[in-house]
């Protein structure tokens, strides 16, 4: 379940505000990205640069959206996600009590909790955050290294909760 599936399934509003989260609070990552962009479609990255950013980041969502992508991928989301969801991140490691810093990023490799803490922290979160947020949040977590845990990719696997646009993850 890569994240790179994540971004053909997100609207062209959310793709645009995750990349402009990386171009105004980590340069050095959107530069990153723009450089793949650049090679992936043969256009100079000053080209880039000087097209309107709605259309330079669908250029950059349709990059994002192939398997070479993925570790470029999965910094961007985690990357927005730190910095504009962190009470959402907070409140899902709080409700597994795993330790975390103030912005949701985790101390240390959790273990799997029991299978009705986890149902009742995912019930928790679609019931106070945005869906699409969560859903990209928990397929995410489920990616890190150290985590893939079982019960938590059935659940993704299994809860309709999770499909963003035509996109349900399958572990």
């Known amino acids: 379940m890569p ?4 971004w ?16 105004q609070s980590d340069k050095k ?22 097209m309107p950013k709605i259309k330079r980041h669908a250029l950059c969502k349709k990059v994002l959206s192939h398997p070479r992508s993925e570790t470029m991928s999965f910094y961007l989301l ?10 959402m991140l907070c409140r899902w490691l709080d409700m597994l009590g795993i330790a975390h810093d103030e912005k949701g990023i985790l101390e240390v490799d959790p273990e799997e ?12 979160l679609f019931e106070e ?5 969560v859903s990209i949040y928990l ?6 290294e150290g985590v893939k845990w ?13 499909k963003i646009g035509t996109y349900q993850p399958v572990t």
Request: hydrophobic share 40%.
């Open 8 to 23: 053909n399934s997100i609207s062209e509003e959310l793709s645009h505000q995750i990349l402009l989260c990386a171009q």
């Open 129 to 133: 955050f945005p869906k699409e947020y």
């Open 78 to 87: 985690s990357h927005w996600l730190i910095e504009t969801q962190s009470p």
């Open 150 to 162: 079982k019960n938590l990719g059935s659940l993704m696997a299994n809860d309709p909760r999770f």
């Open 113 to 124: 909790p029991p299978l009705e803490t986890l149902q009742q922290a995912v019930n928790t």
């Open 139 to 144: 397929q995410g977590f489920y990616e890190m």
């Open 29 to 50: 990552l959107y530069r990153l990205l723009l450089d793949m962009v650049s090679k992936g479609f043969g256009i100079r990255i000053n080209k880039l640069l000087e």
């Open 3 to 6: 994240t790179y599936f994540i």
